[in-house]
């Protein structure tokens, strides 16, 4: 009798739908857009905050508003097992900012400009550009009232759209007004949409006197002409919101920045007023906007704080790269310096002391070799030194080491020709390796 028992299939297990793993070598190219915009953070003299990806779920409700998308649809709520509390994976993250900065008294001696990277997770159908854990970057200006750091932030998002190469970027513009200026448009538009309640469908009957103002986001077909001849709210403007709206825009034209006011942009939270704004790209269809935010001055007492001003913005890591895709501009981040070619195992604890030396001269260099697996031929290393995409291939044979040396071959410029260099005087010549020469 065989008493052996038959292996029990284990299921595979993969990632959850909408959430996408990001591998090499396309993590080298968010590498390169995250080192760009950090760098580009730093002129405009904002710091890094990291939040965590859980908050409590009444910090969503208080912020966005309970008649969103977001909150009636699209988070990822549940309750903790062990204390009953009520949590939510972040689906935004400036009002994670806002409770960081009110619970650690952030803006005790001024305003703050911080800026922050990471996953934010929404329930939606996944699609391109659109996914349920995607990521953002964003900039939020803390404790500042006036137009010109509304203008600052725009140029701030329009330098890294010049930098990444991406001119069919448009800016548009609005202002959603103070609450009092927005209650009488509110109150217009009711009258509107109560005026053509035979157009409107069912979602859009629910929130007609919840939040009217979403009902202007409708992509309903049916509805578009009625939402074209609904009242604007730049014509219920005071003059204090007027001025406002005056000083972001001749900030950007004396800055020579392009812009276009649309009067039915809103945004899907409900904490902003003043100062609304979007980039958006015909090249992505329906996921056009790249970047959207604005001024959001009663955030702070809707969570818990003292009123203070605050403007900001957040920018879809996913869809800039997919527009940078788009036009053909595929930056995969610092090439490779060096690869290094060791035949023999015997000679791996010599060169590995070598290629620290090089590593710490700021040389990137990788090594195929595995001892215990037994040593890959020259031919196929130097394959493998090929498709890695390095600048030069260190060849460390026999004869090299001998002498004590290593031949340099160039990988990219045939007419460069082969060098053969010290093993002491590594980090002399690590300089020549970083070179594009």
């Not at 900012?97 to 159908?125: D, Q, T, W």
């Not at 609904?230 to 900030?251: I, M, N, W, Y």
């Not at 620290?356 to 890959?376: K, P, W």
């Not at 600048?391 to 290593?406: C, H, K, N, P």
Request: with cysteine; proline share 4%.
């Amino acid at each position: 009798m065989n008493d052996k028992t038959t292996p029990r299939k284990v299921e595979k297990l993969v990632a959850v739908k909408g959430m996408n793993d990001i591998l090499p070598p396309e993590s080298a190219r968010w590498e390169a857009l995250e080192d760009r915009v950090r760098r580009l953070m730093h002129r405009f003299a904002y710091e890094n905050v990291r939040t965590p990806i859980v908050e409590p779920t009444a910090l969503f409700v208080r912020g966005l508003g309970e008649v969103t998308d977001i909150v009636e649809k699209e988070m990822y709520s549940f309750e903790d097992r062990l204390n009953g509390e009520a949590l939510t994976l972040r689906p935004e993250n400036t009002a994670g900012v806002v409770r960081a900065a009110i619970e650690h008294s952030l803006l005790y001696n001024g305003g703050k400009r911080l800026y922050y990277f990471g996953p934010m997770f929404r329930h939606e159908r996944p699609q391109r550009g659109r996914y349920r854990q995607f990521h953002q970057i964003g900039a939020e200006a803390l404790g500042f009232g006036g137009g010109e750091v509304d203008a600052e932030l725009i140029l701030m998002a329009h330098a890294l759209w010049q930098e990444l190469g991406l001119t069919e970027v448009e800016l548009q513009l609005n202002s959603l007004g103070q609450p009092e200026e927005r209650n009488a448009h509110r109150a217009a538009l009711i009258q509107h949409f109560e005026a053509h309640h035979d157009v409107l469908d069912e979602e859009a009957k629910r929130r007609l006197h919840l939040n009217p103002l979403r009902l202007l986001d409708s992509k309903n077909p049916a509805m578009q002409g009625v939402i074209e001849a609904a009242p604007k709210l730049l014509d219920f403007l005071g003059e204090a919101s007027k001025r406002h709206l005056q000083t972001v825009t001749d900030v950007l034209t004396a800055n020579g920045v392009a812009y276009r006011i649309n009067p039915r942009l809103v945004r899907g939270m409900d904490y902003y007023n003043l100062t609304v704004f979007e980039f958006v790209t015909t090249k992505l269809g329906s996921q056009g906007t790249i970047c959207a935010g604005g001024r959001y001055d009663y955030l702070f007492e809707q969570v818990g704080g003292k009123p203070t001003p605050a403007v900001g913005w957040a920018m879809g890591i996913e869809r800039v790269l997919e527009l940078l895709k788009e036009i053909g501009h595929t930056d995969a981040g610092p090439v490779l310096d060096a690869y290094a070619v060791v035949p023999d195992a015997a000679h791996l604890p010599q060169v590995m002391a070598c290629l620290q030396t090089l590593r710490a001269a700021g040389v990137s260099v990788q090594m195929q070799a595995s001892a215990a697996e037994g040593m890959a031929s020259m031919k196929a290393q130097f394959k493998r030194a090929d498709a890695s995409g390095a600048r030069y291939a260190l060849i460390f044979g026999a004869d090299e080491m001998a002498q004590g040396q290593v031949t340099v071959k160039a990988l990219r410029d045939a007419n460069q020709p082969q060098l053969s260099l010290a093993l002491r005087d590594a980090a002399q010549w690590a300089q020549r390796l970083q070179s594009n020469a």
